[in-house]
T-cell receptor, first 111, second 116 residues
Framework: KQEVTQIPAALSVPEGENLVLNCSFT??????LQWFRQDPGKGLTSLLL?????REQTSGRLNASLDKSSGRSTLYIAASQPGDSATYLC??????????FGTGTSLTVIP | DTGVSQDPRHKITKRGQNVTFRCDPI?????LYWYRQTLGQGPEFLTY????????KSRLLSDRFSAERPKGSFSTLEIQRTEQGDSAMYLC??????????????FGPGTRLTVL
C-alpha cells in the first residue's frame, strides 16, 4: 500500500522568505502527483499537478518537482506572503484510480 | 458557480441515525470521488465512480456506507446507523474526462458530520 509522508508537519516563516515543503512516497509506480492547499475547515484547492513523465511544474510563485525514482516531490514557494498561510497536502495517484494523501504541512507566514 | 458543490455543509446527528450527503460535480466531469478527513489527517479515499459505475471501494468503507451515482451526474453518500467514529469531514472531488487534466481532482467544500 502506498504511504505518503510530508515533512515538516508545521512551518513558520517570516514574510518574504522562500521555502520548501517535502513529500515522499513509498511506491514509485505512480501515475501522477498533485499538490493542494487547504484553509481551515474548507475543501482542497488544487495548486499543481505533475504527471509521472514530468519533472516539474510551475505556477506563479509555486514550483513543484518530482523525482519518481527516489519517491520524492518538493513544493517551492517563492517570496512567501501571509495569504500563503494554510495546510499544504500532496497526493499521489497509483496506477489504478486510488489517490493517497499525506498528512500535510501547516504553513504560517508571519507579517 | 461552476465548482463542485456539496450539501449540506454541516450535519449534526445522534448516534444510530442515518444520514445522506449529496455531491454535484463540475458538469463535464465524468469521474467522482468520495473521501473522509479527520482532524490533522489527510483525506482518505472511500470510493470512486466513472460515470454511473462504482469502480473502486476502499476497505475503509464498511457495510454501513453506501454511495450511488444513478445518472452519472450527482452522487449521494449514505451512512446508516451512525457511530461517533464517523464524525469527520466528507469531501467530494471530480475529474474531467480529457487529457491532459483528466487526472486532476477538483474538490468541493466538504460536509462536516458530527455524531453525538
Amino acid at each position: 500500500k502506498q504511504e505518503v509522508t510530508q515533512i515538516p508537519a508545521a512551518l513558520s516563516v517570516p514574510e518574504g522568505e522562500n521555502l520548501v515543503l517535502n513529500c515522499s512516497f513509498t511506491d514509485s509506480a505512480i501515475y501522477n502527483l498533485q499538490w493542494f492547499r487547504q484553509d481551515p475547515g474548507k475543501g482542497l484547492t488544487s495548486l499543481l499537478l505533475i504527471q509521472s513523465s514530468q519533472r516539474e511544474q510551475t505556477s506563479g510563485r509555486l514550483n513543484a518537482s518530482l523525482d519518481k525514482s527516489s519517491g520524492r516531490s518538493t513544493l517551492y514557494i517563492a517570496a512567501s506572503q501571509p495569504g500563503d498561510s494554510a495546510t499544504y497536502l500532496c497526493a499521489v495517484r497509483d496506477t489504478g484510480n486510488q489517490f493517497y494523501f499525506g498528512t500535510g504541512t501547516s504553513l504560517t507566514v508571519i507579517p | 458557480d461552476t465548482g463542485v458543490s456539496q450539501d449540506p455543509r454541516h450535519k449534526i446527528t445522534k448516534r444510530g441515525q442515518n444520514v445522506t450527503f449529496r455531491c454535484d460535480p463540475i458538469s463535464e466531469h465524468n469521474r467522482l470521488y468520495w473521501y473522509r478527513q479527520t482532524l490533522g489527517q489527510g483525506p482518505e479515499f472511500l470510493t470512486y465512480f466513472q460515470n454511473e459505475a462504482q469502480l473502486e471501494k476502499s476497505r475503509l468503507l464498511s457495510d454501513r456506507f453506501s454511495a450511488e451515482r444513478p445518472k452519472g451526474s450527482f452522487s449521494t453518500l449514505e451512512i446508516q446507523r451512525t457511530e461517533q467514529g464517523d464524525s469527520a469531514m466528507y469531501l467530494c472531488a471530480s475529474s474531467p474526462p480529457d487529457r491532459p487534466s483528466y487526472n486532476e481532482q477538483f474538490f468541493g467544500p466538504g460536509t462536516r458530520l458530527t455524531v453525538l
